[in-house]
């Protein structure tokens, strides 16, 4: 099998397919009985693969990391886009879309699986051209423009939770939200957990304070301004209270010796600011008892695994999709939502109150487990497999 993967921008379009990637080798592409069978003691051969993604997107360095090939491939963003900009955006995407056509022709694909982003279009209008299958996946409870576009191309649109599935009829299968190994694994001793996580980040646990609950708190891949200013505003509140793992973001790494607040020594040595998890953040999700985050697709996913409760702050932008999600897990009893310009006000007062009331954090981590989906990535892949020779 030879499956071309095209995504990128935000990890959020890249981790889903690097948790389907390993499954792929566990399904056999015959049938048995009119069922895909896996054969875990002599599994199929491993695919050959090859991940198509913007030149600087985050997704090349992440890629690369998992020994994937890489090819870079020109486009850019129309709607929203003053025309001249729209203008030359549109000339990148023909140029992305010759690229395609002629990586197409070298790699000669069986079948590609898009995970979002601008990238995604001229590769999927090139396999439309090639007649080269495609499985687009969405992660999000509500389908944006461009999704809704690729799925006109696509063969079938791979979707989190049944109630999706209406956008896009018959072409939609739902799979669940794909984890990776990785989390499956450390959320099954989350002592051990948090021991590694230790270990990784040079975290000395110390006796004195080792009961405390571990806050979590990241803003995605590129992190997020106006949680980051908040959380730093109160940790004077917080650290008394917990231990906080903070995911700063690339971007904001540099303001953070700027925007920390002068800390006793004894809470300092209580916040422990890192600019990116790629690895550890499994080990991260295992061992948090509270988690601050944006409310990206991953958490549909992730928070249930982990039976992470949360406080989630939808990104007031790219097209609202964030909302849903975060009412999706707040419906359960899982989460509460913070809107991102009620941040200073809220944060403090309920963050510390969940950090003080360990049964209410056990419940609502059991209340979003509701959620969890552990076989999405073999979903995913089997669907994959579906479509080669279609």
Same mark, same amino acid.
């Given at each position: 099998?030879?499956?071309?993967? #095209?995504?990128?921008?935000?990890?959020?379009?890249?981790?889903?397919?690097?948790?389907?990637?390993?499954?792929?080798?566990?399904?056999?592409?015959?049938?048995?009985?009119?069922?895909?069978?896996?054969?875990?003691?002599?599994?199929?051969?491993?695919?050959?693969?090859?991940?198509?993604?913007?030149?600087?997107?985050?997704?090349?360095?992440?890629?690369?990391? +998992?020994?994937?090939?890489?090819?870079?491939?020109?486009?850019?963003?129309?709607?929203?886009?003053?025309?001249?900009?729209?203008?030359?955006?549109?000339?990148?995407?023909?140029?992305?879309?010759?690229?395609?056509?002629?990586?197409?022709?070298?790699?000669?694909?069986?079948?590609?699986?898009?995970?979002?982003?601008?990238?995604?279009?001229?590769?999927?209008?090139?396999?439309?051209?090639?007649?080269?299958?495609?499985?687009?996946?969405?992660?999000?409870?509500?389908?944006?423009?461009?999704?809704?576009?690729?799925?006109?191309?696509?063969?079938?649109?791979?979707?989190?939770?049944?109630?999706?599935?209406?956008?896009?009829?018959?072409?939609?299968?739902?799979?669940?939200?794909?984890?990776?190994?990785?989390?499956?694994?450390?959320?099954?001793?989350?002592?051990?957990?948090?021991? +590694?996580?230790?270990?990784?980040?040079?975290?000395?646990?110390?006796?004195?304070?080792?009961?405390?609950?571990?806050?979590?708190?990241?803003?995605?891949?590129?992190? #997020?301004?106006?949680?980051?200013?908040?959380?730093? #505003?109160?940790?004077?509140?917080?650290?008394?209270?917990?231990?906080?793992?903070?995911?700063?973001?690339?971007?904001?790494?540099?303001?953070?010796?700027?925007?920390?607040?002068?800390?006793?020594?004894?809470?300092?040595?209580?916040?422990?600011?890192?600019?990116?998890?790629?690895?550890?953040?499994?080990?991260?999700?295992?061992?948090?008892?509270?988690?601050?985050?944006?409310?990206?697709?991953?958490?549909?996913?992730?928070?249930?695994?982990?039976?992470?409760? #949360?406080?989630?702050?939808?990104?007031?932008?790219?097209?609202?999709?964030?909302?849903?999600?975060?009412?999706?897990?707040?419906?359960?009893?899982?989460?509460?939502?913070?809107?991102?310009?009620?941040?200073?006000?809220?944060?403090?007062?309920?963050?510390?109150?969940?950090?003080?009331?360990?049964?209410?954090?056990?419940?609502?981590?059991?209340?979003?487990?509701?959620?969890?989906?552990?076989?999405?990535?073999?979903?995913?892949?089997?669907?994959?497999?579906?479509?080669?020779?279609?």
């Amino acid at each position: 099998m030879r499956l071309l993967i #095209s995504g990128g921008g935000t990890g959020g379009h890249v981790y889903p397919a690097l948790a389907v990637l390993p499954q792929l080798a566990r399904v056999l592409p015959t049938k048995a009985n009119g069922q895909l069978a896996a054969q875990p003691a002599q599994p199929a051969a491993k695919p050959a693969l090859l991940w198509a993604g913007s030149p600087n997107g985050v997704e090349r360095s992440l890629v690369e990391a +998992e020994g994937i090939p890489f090819a870079a491939i020109q486009t850019g963003q129309l709607r929203g886009m003053n025309p001249l900009t729209a203008a030359a955006n549109l000339g990148k995407m023909a140029v992305g879309l010759r690229q395609s056509l002629r990586l197409l022709a070298d790699f000669r694909p069986d079948v590609c699986f898009v995970t979002g982003g601008y990238v995604c279009t001229p590769v999927a209008i090139a396999c439309r051209l090639r007649r080269v299958p495609v499985l687009v996946y969405l992660p999000d409870l509500t389908p944006g423009l461009a999704i809704r576009l690729l799925s006109i191309i696509a063969q079938r649109v791979a979707v989190s939770f049944a109630e999706t599935a209406k956008f896009f009829g018959a072409k939609s299968v739902v799979t669940g939200y794909p984890v990776r190994p990785a989390l499956l694994e450390a959320v099954q001793d989350r002592e051990q957990a948090r021991a +590694e996580l230790g270990q990784a980040l040079k975290i000395g646990w110390n006796e004195s304070d080792s009961h405390l609950p571990l806050l979590l708190v990241f803003g995605g891949s590129q992190g #997020s301004r106006s949680i980051n200013q908040a959380l730093w #505003s109160a940790l004077p509140a917080l650290l008394p209270l917990a231990h906080i793992v903070h995911v700063v973001g690339t971007r904001d790494w540099p303001l953070l010796t700027e925007k920390q607040p002068e800390l006793p020594a004894a809470l300092a040595l209580r916040y422990h600011p890192v600019d990116y998890l790629h690895d550890e953040m499994a080990l991260a999700l295992a061992a948090a008892d509270l988690a601050l985050a944006r409310a990206g697709a991953s958490t549909l996913a992730e928070f249930p695994i982990a039976r992470l409760p #949360s406080v989630l702050v939808p990104l007031p932008i790219s097209g609202g999709h964030q909302f849903p999600n975060a009412r999706k897990l707040a419906e359960t009893g899982g989460a509460l939502i913070i809107r991102d310009e009620e941040l200073s006000a809220r944060l403090t007062p309920v963050l510390t109150e969940l950090l003080r009331d360990e049964s209410r954090r056990l419940a609502m981590g059991a209340a979003i487990a509701t959620l969890a989906c552990p076989q999405a990535g073999m979903n995913i892949a089997r669907a994959l497999v579906e479509l080669v020779g279609q």
